[in-house]
């Protein structure tokens, strides 16, 4: 996935294209959504 950054963040996330919500399995514990992609927190 490529990089993404929130706000409050200090490190990137994961952007998953056309998302809506972050994929389970990843361990994603927060996210911010960036329409229409979503950005996963921690990578």
């Known amino acids: 996935a490529a990089p993404c950054f ?3 963040k200090p490190d990137r996330g994961d952007l998953w294209i056309l998302r809506g ?3 389970g399995g990843y361990g994603y ?3 911010c959504y ?3 992609n979503i950005c996963c927190y921690p990578h």
């Open 6 to 8: 929130c706000p409050g």
């Open 21 to 23: 919500t972050c994929p």
């Open 29 to 31: 514990t927060s996210n």
């Open 34 to 36: 960036k329409w229409p």
